[in-house]
């Protein structure tokens, strides 16, 4: 049984359950950008960190869903034609495709706004809770976090770059915002545990922009859902710079040391290496 399903079932519902006035063309948008699919690997990350403190993770599913209303603003401005100009993704036409581009902006700059908005509406938690959670999110999704990385991917398209530099654009682009949940579920759940959440966030996330790395070469749009324009845009990647064999070790060698950093926590750790290895199996 995948042990994330659970998560991602609840999350899905509370996105579906979400009132949206179909004559309101934003509204519309942003609807067709949250519940086209996905992952919801952010979000469910939040989820299992409370879980494996035996707390009622389905208390939090809304504020899960703000880590998912960030993420999915940065895929919508992503795709934009000044960015990657992709024309799918999560299986659909990308929403500056489906909608418009100036829609699409409009789209991405409500999703992040409101996102904040779940969190300090949330009763379930505590004010130091909403304005710790505001904090942590903010800082990586901002200009020292994703979006951060979302310009240095830019800036070194077409560009060779050596292995730190590889490293600290998916550092920001992709795991600051694993980073984040895992860090927000300690906060509720324990919060001496944060700094070792964020490390493993920071592994978790290389490992996974590693595999997107190894999709890219070895998949098809059809498979991933998504426009494959690595090649396209001259991105830098982990399998140009490193050989096929050598990215699909270090994946295994991240894991490894993710494992061992859990192992250091009192937590379901049964639970969490569940929960990784259903990551893990993304190119197995």
């Known amino acids: 049984m995948d042990v994330m399903k659970k998560y991602r079932d609840a999350i899905q519902k509370t996105i579906q359950s979400r009132g ?6 934003l509204d519309a948008a942003i609807d067709y950008a949250l519940v086209s699919g996905g992952k919801r690997l952010r979000p469910a990350l939040m989820l ?7 707390l009622p993770w389905e208390r939090y599913v809304e504020v899960a869903l703000s880590v998912e209303f960030v993420h999915t603003y940065s895929l919508v401005h992503d795709d934009l034609p000044a960015m990657d100009d992709d024309a799918l993704r999560r299986g659909v036409p990308t929403t500056h495709i489906a909608y418009d581009e100036a829609t699409a902006i409009l789209a991405g700059d409500a999703l992040l706004t409101d996102a904040f908005s779940l969190i300090v509406d949330a009763s379930v938690l505590s004010d130091a809770e909403k304005v710790r ?4 999110l903010s800082l990586h999704a901002g200009s020292k976090g994703m979006v951060y990385g979302q310009m240095l ?3 070194y398209e ?3 770059v050596g292995q730190d530099m590889l490293e600290a654009i998916h550092l920001h682009k992709t795991a600051k915002l694993i980073e984040a949940p895992l860090m927000m579920g300690a906060v509720i759940g324990s919060p001496s545990d944060v700094s070792a ?16 790395d190894v999709l890219e070469v070895t998949s098809d749009e059809s498979t991933m859902g998504k426009s494959l324009s690595d090649e396209r845009n001259e991105k830098s990647t982990y ?3 490193l050989g096929l064999d050598q990215a699909k070790a270090l994946i295994g060698d991240i894991f490894l040391e993710l494992q061992e950093t859990i192992g250091t926590m009192e937590i379901n750790v049964h639970m969490m290496h569940s929960v990784f290895d259903s990551v893990r199996k993304r190119i197995n």
């Open 239 to 241: 399998v140009k710079l």
């Open 197 to 212: 959440w964020e490390k493993v966030g920071r592994l978790l996330g290389l490992a996974f922009q590693i595999q997107d």
């Open 158 to 160: 077409g560009k060779p």
């Open 20 to 25: 949206v006035d179909r004559n309101n063309r």
């Open 48 to 54: 299992a960190v409370l879980d494996a403190y035996g």
């Open 153 to 155: 991917d830019l800036l």
């Open 133 to 136: 959670l505001v904090q942590i």
